[in-house]
């Protein structure tokens, strides 16, 4: 312990009740604790923060891919064994033709008698109240067509009737 002189510290009353060395401040231990709670919650906040956004990411990226292809269910399975059958194919491929008919139809009147009427006297079409249509034309526009073919064009030869109208 170290001794002052009287001139430097004023009378020896005060020196006798100064203490010199107090020892360690409790506020140190306390730091200490503050500060490993601080970062115990911080490691914790991290972790649950990393956890959201894996399971985020993980909702975005499956609405996405249905929403992109919401139909992936009804695709073919590899792993399961199919036979020829079970295999849906196009009707119509790029290889194959076709051909393309146009026709026009016109309703008549409803009160008129059906054309076509069967031995119990019900018209064809169904109700005799409901609209009935008439086919007025009827052509084969484009023959042997493929699916590659783009921008084909013809001209049809059509008058329509305006006595009805």
């Not at 590899?78 to 016109?106: N, S």
Request: proline content about 7%; charged content about 20%.
């Amino acid at each position: 312990m170290k001794t002052h002189s009287k001139s430097a510290l004023g009378n020896s009353a005060d020196v006798d009740s100064l203490v010199v060395d107090p020892g360690l401040p409790t506020r140190n231990k306390l730091r200490v604790t503050c500060s490993l709670t601080r970062s115990l919650l911080r490691t914790l906040l991290l972790a649950i923060l990393l956890s959201a956004g894996y399971f985020g990411y993980n909702v975005v990226q499956k609405n996405y891919i249905h929403a992109k292809d919401p139909h992936r269910a009804l695709y073919q399975d590899i792993r399961v064994p199919y036979g020829p059958e079970d295999i849906v194919h196009p009707l119509v491929d790029t290889d194959q033709t076709f051909d393309i008919v146009a026709t026009v139809w016109l309703r008549t009147d409803p009160r008129e008698p059906a054309t076509n009427v069967t031995k119990d006297g019900i018209p064809v079409w169904g109700d005799p109240s409901a609209l009935v249509e008439t086919a007025i034309f009827t052509e084969t526009v484009f023959r042997g067509l493929r699916l590659p073919d783009k921008n084909v064009k013809a001209a049809v030869k059509f008058q329509v009737p305006t006595e009805i109208l």
